[in-house]
């Protein structure tokens, strides 16, 4: 059975795991119930405007200043593979990763994708892939360079962090805010999905204008954790990122020995089934930005650090129009996963697990086949089922690391889904052109180049 959780997005929670353990009135007591440590972790400045401060008063067994010396941690390369440099406009995709054979915890078994701006910097992020089988133990993680949006494709995770559990499997999504010490647990005897570790702004519900007050995904379905504490000690772990370096020390317990807590700053949940998905009841494919679900946003209105945005089940109804996403060059980068079934625009080759990149201002859109099925296809209502896809969006190119572009996952062939788009009706073009004057632009009239460019 699921731990109770609390309903809505950014809201001011109270919970104790033991009767009186939340002072009342006041946030330090000279006295603490239980003989615990008040301590407050912040999310943002302390004169940040109220409606983005983020902060939560803690009341824990001991507090988390109790540690040893930090010294380096010998991440695996996979984790920490640097960007490849200079960096290429051409679209890549990857196949899944494969399941590990020797023991292999979820923070051990990240492979990071692609990267943008930097942690120093508070811009950008870094998109990970995981596939792990075995539990955290005895060993905790932080990062003080961002939050952590964590996606499952395939079995259920267990996040046991300060403030409480959270469950998520494939189809929910979790967001652990920067700073806050977590374990990842196994559900089954495997997982795999997407990480994404934001560098920006915290990631926040969009703005809906014109939608109104309603739609997308509405904050009463994310989810918080009650209080829930560990009274363990003994050796324990800790594994700290601290500018895109990655560092460890030993505490003298269990560090989820929080009793009690009130505040804003929390991991949550969400359940993407719930999102209410806006779509066109006339003519033409919209902006994927109705998919919305979180955004982390720049000083220029308008323009996202880092979009999670998602393509789920739905109608399609649209009247004289190719309902497909339309061909595109985008000024923003985009980062795309499949959690499950097929994407509409890719049906062969984007498989769950997998991954695809096209960055600022290359083109991409439907492959051949998909142009095809959507060209011919009875315009009736039709509902999109049996899938969902998401992206990740940012105004700052992506930049693929070593071990993406080196890695066996990548499909060198990618283009090739797009070799089979020729014009559609040449004679007819070249009949209307002629007739207007205009045929010394046709292929018939050109004069022939035979120059060659290297590849």
Not at 46 to 66: G, Q
Not at 240 to 251: A, G, I, N, R, S
Not at 299 to 327: Q, Y
Request: proline residues 10%; aromatic residues 10%.
């Amino acid at each position: 059975m699921q731990a109770p959780t609390m309903s809505g997005f950014g809201n001011e929670f109270a919970s104790e795991a033991l009767p009186g353990a939340l002072p009342q009135g006041r946030n330090s007591p000279q006295r603490p119930a239980y003989g615990l440590y008040p301590e407050q972790i912040s999310g943002t400045a302390f004169t940040a405007p109220r409606d983005r401060n983020l902060r939560t008063w803690m009341y824990r067994l001991l507090p988390s200043v109790r540690h040893g010396s930090y010294r380096p941690w010998n991440a695996p390369a996979a984790l920490v593979s640097p960007a490849v440099l200079p960096v290429s406009p051409q679209q890549q995709r990857w196949n899944p990763i494969a399941f590990p054979v020797e023991p292999c915890n979820w923070l051990e078994s990240l492979h990071r994708m692609v990267i943008n701006g930097s942690p120093q910097a508070r811009q950008g992020c870094a998109i990970y892939l995981y596939a792990a089988n075995t539990s955290m133990d005895k060993v905790f993680f932080q990062s003080a360079d961002g939050e952590w949006l964590i996606v499952p494709q395939e079995g259920a995770l267990e996040l046991r962090t300060e403030l409480g559990w959270l469950t998520i499997g494939p189809g929910s999504i979790a967001v652990v805010p920067r700073g806050i010490r977590f374990q990842v647990a196994l559900g089954g005897p495997r997982a795999r999905g997407y990480a994404c570790e934001n560098w920006g702004a915290p990631l926040r519900l969009p703005e809906l204008g014109p939608i109104g007050a309603n739609g997308l995904a509405n904050p009463r379905d994310f989810e918080a954790p009650h209080a829930r504490f560990v009274d363990e000690q003994g050796p324990h772990g800790l594994i700290t990122k601290f500018l895109d370096h990655w560092w460890q020390c030993e505490l003298p317990g269990n560090p989820l020995n929080v009793v009690a807590w009130h505040g804003n700053l929390a991991p949550y949940r969400y359940n993407l089934k719930r999102f209410n998905t806006i779509n066109t009841v006339s003519f033409d494919h919209p902006d994927p930005s109705i998919f919305t679900v979180l955004t982390s946003p720049t000083d220029s209105p308008g323009t996202a650090n880092l979009d999670f945005v998602i393509f789920p089940e739905r109608w399609m109804v649209a009247e004289d129009t190719f309902r497909p996403p339309w061909f595109h060059r985008n000024v923003m980068s985009e980062f795309m996963g499949l959690i499950e079934g097929s994407y509409d625009a890719k049906p062969d080759g984007f498989v769950p697990g997998g991954a695809s990149l096209h960055p600022c201002m290359s083109a991409h859109g439907p492959d051949a086949e998909a142009l095809r099925r959507a060209t011919e296809a009875e315009l009736a209502p039709h509902r999109q089922r049996d899938t969902l896809a998401f992206m990740l969006e940012s105004a700052t190119a992506f930049q693929p690391t070593v071990f993406a572009m080196r890695s066996r996952l990548r499909q060198p062939g990618y283009l090739a889904c797009w070799e089979g788009l020729v014009v559609r009706q040449p004679e007819a073009l070249r009949t209307a052109a002629f007739s207007m004057g205009t045929s010394e632009g046709s292929s018939a009239s050109r004069p022939s180049n035979t120059k060659q460019f290297p590849l």
